[in-house]
C-alpha cells in the first residue's frame, strides 16, 4: 500500500484524580477511530494518549485517603489502562508524567525556555483554582469564582516562576491569522483570539506550596506548574526535545484534540512554549464541545448524579463497546455539545445498529442460505435498481473520507448507512421471496443475492476504523473470516462470487428500551447511593441524593414573562357570605387596593391574614365566587393534611416578582 506519510494524533492526557466518565471516552473513542482510519489509508500513524499524575489536587486526594500521591494514581491509572484495553484503543503510546523519560525531558524543555530568557523569578499574588489547576487575575473572576469550572478559587502568595508569555501575544495572533486551521472550530478561534486582546500576562510558572511535581532545575524546592510539565507530554513521548528519531519523524503532531475547556492552554500556552524552545508548532488544535447531563457538562463530581448511567465500563458490560462507539461517533456533532441520555443512547442502538445494520446481514445470510445453498452466486443482469446499489455502495468511500477529513465523524456513519439503509430498500424493492418462487427469475434472484453480499462487504470495510470487531463478525457471516479488510476494496463490487456464507447470531440484539431504562436508572441510583454514604461534604451528599421532581409540562420564559406578580399587604380580611370555605381579601399593591378571594377558610382565621404581605398573581382574569368578584389571586404553599401556608414576603408592597 501506499505510504501517505506521518500522522501524529494525541488526547488529552487526562487526570487520574478518579475513574474516567463516558465524556473522556468521547474525545479517547474519536482519536482512536481517527487513528484507524488513518492507518487503513495508509497512513504511518503515531497515536498518543497518557495520563496527567501531577498536581495539588492529587496531592490532597491522596493525603485524604492516606496513600503516597504515587500510590494512589498507579492505581487509578491501571483503571484507565484496563478501560483502554476494554475498548480497544488503538494508541502506540501511553505516557503518564510520574515516568522518568517524561521527567527529565520536560526539565530540558524548561532549560531551553530558560536559556532564552524566557523565565525569570519573580512572585505571584494572585487566585488558584485547584481542580483546574489554573491561575486567574481578580478580573477574569466571574461572580469571584473559577471562570472555567465555576468553584471557589483560593487566594495563592508565593515566589514562583514566571513564563513570558506576554511576548508572544502578537507572535500567537499571528499564527491564528496566517493559519487559521492551527485551531478550530472557528468560533474558539475567535474566543482565544478575545482573551489575548485583553491582554497576555506573564504565566506563573511553578509552585512551592506541594511537592507533588517535577521540580524545576537547580531550584528543586519548586515544582514546575502542572500545565507546562503536561503539555510537554505531546513532545516528550517522542523522546523530545531533542532530535531523537521519533521526534523526526512525527514531530510537528498533526493533530491535537481536546476538549473546548483546555484549548486556552493549548492553543496560547503550549505554541508559546514552543516558539520559546524553538520547536516547530503542532498542525491543528481541534476543540471538541461536551457531553451533557441534564443541561451540565458530564463530570466526575457529578457523575452519579440523575438517573442516568455515565460509567463506560457498564454501558460497554451491557451493549458492548461498539454499540457505545458507534452512539459517541454518530450522535454528535464535533466541536458542539450535545446532550448525553441512557434514552437517546439505547434507541441509536436499536434503530440504527439492531434494525438497520443487523437486519441486514441477518436477512441476506439466510436468503443466501434458503436461496442459493449458502454459496454467494455470480450476477447475471443489471437493471436501474442493481446499478444504483452498486454507484451508491462504491461512492461511499469517497464521501467518507470527506467528512473525516473534516472530524465530522457522524457525518462519514451517516454516508456509511447511506448504504445500509439503500440495501434495505433494495432488497424490499426486488422482494426475493416473491422471485424465489418463479424458477424463470433464478438470475434475478442470483443477482440480487450476490449485490446484496458486495454491499455488505463495502459497508464492513468502511466501519472498520469506527467498528473493527463488528466488521470481522460481518465479514464472518459472509465468508470472509481471515481474510484482510483491504480500504481500497470499498471502491469495488465484484469480490463475492463463490464465497460461502456463515451464519451466525445477529450482531446487535434488539433491546428492550422501557426495561433497559429501568435497569440502568436503578443502577445509577445505587452508585449515587454509594458515592453519598462515602461523601463527606453534606453539600455533595444532598446532590447525590436528589431525584428529580415530578412536574407539570414544561413551559418557555415567554409562558412565564406572560404573568404578573406583585406585593400585597392585606388591609381587610372577611368570611365570604355565601361559602364557608372562602376568605375576601382587600389588599393592597402599592397604588392600588383590590378584592381577592381565596379558598383558605380551613387553614386561616380571617384575622390572622390581616397585615401579611403576600405575592399576588395581579394580571389574572377577574373571576366570580359565589356571587363576589375576584381580582387576582394569592400564592399558596400545600402544607400538611391538606391546609394551605400563605406565600409571604419582606419585599415592599407593590413591588414586582420576576
Ligand atoms: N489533564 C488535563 C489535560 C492535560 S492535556 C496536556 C485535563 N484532564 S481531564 O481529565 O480533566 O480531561 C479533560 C478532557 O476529558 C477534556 O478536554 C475532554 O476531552 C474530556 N472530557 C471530560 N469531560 C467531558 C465531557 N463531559 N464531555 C466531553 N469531553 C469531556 O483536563
Given at each position: 500500500m501506499e505510504n501517505k506519510g506521518k500522522f501524529y494524533i494525541t488526547t488529552p492526557i487526562y487526570y487520574p484524580s478518579s475513574n474516567l466518565h463516558v465524556g473522556h471516552t468521547y474525545c479517547t473513542v474519536m482519536a482512536d477511530a481517527m487513528a484507524r482510519f488513518r492507518r487503513m489509508q495508509g497512513y504511518d500513524v503515531r497515536f498518543l494518549t497518557g495520563t496527567d499524575e501531577h498536581g495539588q489536587k492529587i496531592q490532597t486526594l491522596a493525603e485524604e485517603k492516606g496513600v503516597t500521591p504515587q500510590a494512589y494514581v498507579d492505581e487509578v491509572v491501571a483503571g484507565i489502562k484496563e478501560l483502554w484495553k476494554t475498548m480497544e484503543i488503538s494508541y502506540d503510546d501511553f505516557i503518564r508524567t510520574t515516568e522518568e523519560r517524561h521527567e527529565t525531558r520536560v526539565q530540558q524543555i524548561w532549560n531551553r525556555m530558560y536559556e532564552k530568557g524566557d523565565i525569570y523569578k519573580g512572585k505571584y499574588e494572585g487566585m488558584y483554582c485547584t481542580p483546574c489547576e489554573s491561575f486567574w487575575t481578580e478580573s477574569q473572576l466571574v461572580d469571584g469564582k473559577c471562570?472555567?469550572?465555576?468553584r471557589p478559587v483560593v487566594k495563592a502568595e508565593e515566589e514562583a516562576y514566571f513564563f513570558k508569555l506576554s511576548n508572544y501575544a502578537q507572535k500567537i495572533l499571528d499564527l491564528y491569522e496566517e493559519h487559521p486551521e492551527f485551531l478550530q472550530p472557528e468560533t474558539r478561534r475567535n474566543e482565544m483570539k478575545a482573551f489575548i486582546n485583553q491582554g497576555l500576562e506573564d504565566l506563573c510558572v511553578s509552585r512551592c506550596t506541594f511537592d507533588w511535581g517535577v521540580p524545576v532545575p537547580n531550584d528543586p524546592k519548586h515544582v514546575m506548574y502542572v500545565w507546562v510539565d503536561a503539555l510537554s507530554n505531546y513532545v516528550t513521548a517522542l523522546g523530545g526535545p531533542e532530535d531523537t528519531e521519533l521526534m523526526g519523524k512525527y514531530w510537528p503532531a498533526d493533530y491535537h484534540l481536546v476538549g473546548k475547556e483546555i484549548v486556552r492552554f493549548h492553543s496560547i500556552i503550549w505554541p508559546a512554549m514552543l516558539m520559546s524552545a524553538d520547536l516547530p508548532l503542532p498542525k491543528h488544535v481541534l476543540g471538541h464541545g461536551w457531553l451533557l447531563l441534564g443541561g451540565e457538562k458530564v463530570s466526575k463530581s457529578k457523575a452519579a448524579k440523575g438517573l442516568d448511567v455515565v460509567d463506560p465500563v457498564i454501558l460497554i458490560e451491557r451493549y458492548g463497546i461498539d454499540a457505545l462507539k458507534y452512539f459517541l461517533l454518530r450522535e454528535y456533532t464535533f466541536g458542539q455539545d450535545g446532550n448525553f441520555n441512557n434514552e437517546v443512547m439505547l434507541k441509536r442502538m436499536n434503530y440504527d445498529l439492531a434494525n438497520d445494520l443487523g437486519n441486514l446481514v441477518s436477512r441476506t445470510v439466510s436468503m443466501i442460505e434458503k436461496y442459493c445453498g449458502g454459496v454467494i452466486p455470480a450476477a447475471a443482469i443489471e437493471d436501474d435498481f442493481d446499478k444504483d446499489l452498486k454507484a451508491i455502495a462504491v461512492g461511499a468511500r469517497e464521501k467518507v473520507e470527506a467528512e473525516m477529513d473534516k472530524f465530522a465523524f457522524n457525518m462519514a456513519l451517516e454516508e456509511i448507512w447511506v448504504v445500509v439503509r439503500r440495501a434495505n430498500k433494495y432488497i424490499d424493492e426486488k422482494a426475493p421471496w416473491v422471485l424465489a418462487k418463479d424458477e424463470s427469475k433464478k438470475a434475478e434472484l442470483d443477482t440480487v443475492m450476490k449485490n446484496l453480499a458486495e454491499a455488505i462487504r463495502v459497508v464492513s470495510v468502511l466501519i472498520y476504523p469506527f467498528m473493527h470487531t463488528t466488521s470481522d463478525e460481518i465479514r464472518k457471516q459472509i465468508g470472509l473470516e481471515g481474510t484482510e479488510t483491504v480500504w481500497d476494496d470499498a471502491l469495488v463490487f465484484d469480490l463475492m462470487e463463490g464465497v460461502k456464507v456463515c451464519k451466525g447470531n445477529a450482531i446487535f440484539p434488539r433491546i428492550d428500551i422501557d426495561k433497559e431504562l429501568e435497569i440502568l436508572s436503578g443502577i445509577a441510583e445505587e452508585i449515587a447511593k454509594k458515592k453519598a454514604a462515602a461523601s463527606a461534604d453534606p453539600v455533595e451528599k444532598a446532590i447525590l441524593e436528589s431525584k428529580p421532581l415530578e412536574l407539570k409540562d414544561e413551559i418557555v420564559y415567554d409562558d412565564f414573562d406572560k404573568m404578573d406578580f406583585r406585593v400585597g399587604t392585606i388591609l381587610k380580611a372577611e368570611k365570604h357570605p355565601k361559602a364557608d370555605k372562602l376568605l375576601v381579601f382587600q389588599v393592597k399593591m402599592g397604588t392600588e387596593v383590590r378584592q381577592v378571594i381565596s379558598g383558605v377558610a380551613d387553614s386561616y382565621k380571617p384575622e390572622e391574614m390581616v397585615g401579611k404581605k403576600v405575592v399576588v398573581v395581579a394580571n389574572l382574569k377577574p373571576r366570580q365566587l359565589r356571587g363576589m368578584e375576584s381580582y387576582g389571586m394569592l400564592l399558596f404553599a400545600d402544607g400538611e393534611d391538606g391546609k394551605s401556608i400563605v406565600v409571604t414576603t419582606d419585599a415592599p408592597d407593590g413591588s414586582v416578582v420576576c
Open positions: 471562570p472555567d469550572c465555576g
